[in-house]
């Protein structure tokens, strides 16, 4: 019984988990198309970091709106209409970050698509 339900709970967790948000292992988020995301950043020692990460992402041209919670380790902003940014360009944003700050690295861990309330 023990077995069953433990089987019934990863398959409940499964099928939840676009919901959830995908992790950056995944192939859903490869490229991220226009839309608002919020992603999950680890490695902020300080709201300085968190600055730092905003305004290197206002200066991508693909980006717009965004704002870096260093409280909740979250940035949220948008891409831009007929934009595609890569993980790879968004990794690279957060090391251009990284180095400015000179106290750590930045880790991308979570991309959440946030489509607008209805």
Same mark, same amino acid.
């Given at each position: 019984?023990?077995?069953?339900?433990?089987?019934?709970?990863?398959?409940?967790? &499964? %099928?939840?988990? =676009? +919901?959830?948000?995908?992790?950056?292992? $995944?192939?859903?988020?490869? /490229?991220? @198309?226009?839309?608002?995301?919020?992603?999950?950043?680890?490695?902020?020692?300080?709201?300085?970091?968190?600055?730092?990460?905003?305004?290197? &992402? %206002?200066?991508? =041209? +693909?980006?717009?709106?965004?704002?870096? $919670?260093?409280?909740?380790? /979250?940035? @949220?902003?948008?891409?831009?209409?007929?934009?595609?940014?890569?993980?790879?360009?968004?990794?690279?944003?957060?090391?251009?970050?990284?180095?400015?700050?000179?106290?750590?690295?930045?880790?991308?861990?979570?991309?959440?698509?946030?489509?607008?309330?209805?």
């Amino acid at each position: 019984m023990a077995r069953m339900r433990s089987l019934l709970l990863g398959a409940l967790m &499964l %099928a939840a988990r =676009p +919901l959830m948000g995908a992790t950056i292992a $995944d192939d859903l988020y490869k /490229t991220l @198309t226009p839309g608002p995301y919020q992603v999950k950043i680890k490695g902020m020692l300080t709201r300085a970091c968190a600055r730092a990460i905003q305004v290197e &992402l %206002a200066k991508h =041209p +693909l980006i717009s709106k965004p704002k870096v $919670d260093f409280d909740q380790e /979250t940035a @949220t902003f948008v891409i831009r209409p007929n934009g595609k940014l890569s993980q790879t360009e968004l990794r690279a944003v957060l090391r251009r970050a990284s180095k400015k700050m000179r106290l750590s690295t930045y880790e991308l861990v979570i991309v959440r698509y946030m489509p607008a309330p209805k």
